[in-house]
């Protein structure tokens, strides 16, 4: 696409206007500001995916009761090694933070500690959970499913059967920022297809699966046909997102189902129950989220210090090509993060046209 059909939008202009739009859609102040802060941030680390694009399906969703804005988690058992912890349909990042939390003071207070979310609302780039954690010294490591969502076939497979189920691992580095892996364990997350659909970034060619067992990058094989609206139904395709790594990728989608989805009792992505009419379509996140505490394994400062000790030499191996450099997880997102914080974030214009469009339904003036 031609560089002028994307824009630069600085941070300071971007995220005050997406939290007046969530304001003007019945969010608090405090959660617009949240909600807001969060999708900036995502858009600041690369992934545009889980960034402000999302901002006028959120929008929908909270007008058709599909999520509910201000929610207190509920805790449903705890103990001191683990907690199950339900969203009651809140805003992901509202909900997300709760129960991150209480898994931070348990692990702090024990060493270790599991907590499986269900029903929370979209909870976004999975990284920021893990970075939270992070910022109290602590490892986490979590399976997240999205019931409702069947857009993944499995290995051998040309029908849906998973969510884009991430997964992701943070390591706190004393210092530095932490290393944080964190991925859809599909060929490529929907969002990014749902970019692509905009006219963003196009995804790879073989990321997408037809009914007829054919690799394609088509957007329109998720989406049916695209015209020329903002809206787009992920139902309506024929075909399916792959999952990555062949066998092991979808082996580990499968993982993320069985515990983000089935033992959280949030559900696994499918089958779903028929949509009634009126009713809201059916979309939540369940985490199963293990918190570890480095300083009950030995000691924090020896763990970090063996730990940099160890990236310090993978990093250093020879790059495989005379301009590539071996990088850890974590890395592309602070390098982008430094881009855009300095340069604003780009947008490309149909993005940020449906932005607009729903502010405009909610009465809240452009910036
Ligand atoms: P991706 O394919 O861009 O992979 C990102 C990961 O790979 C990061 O950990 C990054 O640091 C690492 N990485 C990238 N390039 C690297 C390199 N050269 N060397 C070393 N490491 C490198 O991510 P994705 O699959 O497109 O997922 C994007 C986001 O979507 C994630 O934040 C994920 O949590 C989110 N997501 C959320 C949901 C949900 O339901 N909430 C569903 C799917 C995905």
Redesign the pocket.
């Given at each position: 696409m031609a560089e002028t059909d994307t824009l630069r939008i600085p941070v300071a202009t971007l995220e005050p206007f997406v939290a007046r739009i969530f304001e003007a859609a019945g969010c608090s102040p405090a959660e617009a500001a949240r909600v807001a802060r969060y999708l900036v941030a995502?858009n600041l680390t690369g992934?545009d995916?889980?960034g402000v694009v999302r901002v006028p399906r959120y929008v929908e969703m909270l007008a058709n009761g599909g999520v509910i804005a201000d929610r207190t988690v509920e805790t449903v058992f705890e103990n001191d090694a683990m907690a199950v912890i339900d969203g009651r349909m809140g805003l992901?990042q509202t909900v997300a933070p709760q129960a991150v939390e209480i898994g931070i003071a348990k692990a702090l207070a024990g060493g270790a500690a599991v907590i499986a979310l269900r029903n929370a609302g979209?909870?976004?780039?999975?990284?920021d959970w893990a970075e939270l954690a992070a910022t109290r010294g602590l490892i986490s490591i979590h399976f997240?499913n999205?019931h409702g969502s069947v857009l993944v076939a499995p290995f051998g497979g040309a029908e849906r059967r998973f969510?884009?189920?991430?997964f992701?691992v943070g390591v706190p580095r004393a210092g530095q920022a932490p290393v944080?892996?964190?991925?859809?364990t599909?060929l490529?997350?929907?969002?990014?297809v749902l970019v692509a659909s905009n006219g963003g970034k196009p995804i790879p060619a073989d990321a997408l699966i037809g009914a007829d067992g054919a690799v394609s990058g088509d957007p329109r094989l998720l989406y049916g046909e695209i015209d020329g609206t903002d809206r787009r139904d992920a139902r309506k395709g024929p075909g399916a997102i792959r999952a990555f790594g062949d066998h092991k990728g979808s082996g580990l989608a499968l993982m993320c189902e069985l515990l983000g989805g089935v033992l959280t009792g949030n559900g696994p992505a499918g089958p779903v129950a028929p949509e009634q009419p009126g009713q809201p379509r059916v979309f939540r996140?369940g985490m199963l989220s293990i918190y570890l505490a480095p300083a009950y394994f030995g000691s924090a400062a020896e763990f970090d210090a063996a730990a940099q000790a160890y990236i310090d030499f993978v990093r250093a191996a020879r790059p495989a090509t005379s301009d590539g450099q071996v990088?850890?997880?974590?890395?592309?997102?602070a390098r982008a993060r430094a881009e855009r914080g300095a340069h604003g974030v780009p947008m490309p214009r149909a993005a940020w046209d449906s932005i607009l469009a729903a502010a405009t339904r909610l009465g809240v003036p452009a910036p």
């Open positions: 995502a992934h995916s889980h992901g979209h909870i976004g780039r999975v990284g997240v999205a969510s884009t189920a991430p992701c944080v892996l964190d991925f859809a599909s490529v997350a929907e969002g990014k996140n990088l850890v997880p974590g890395e592309p997102e």
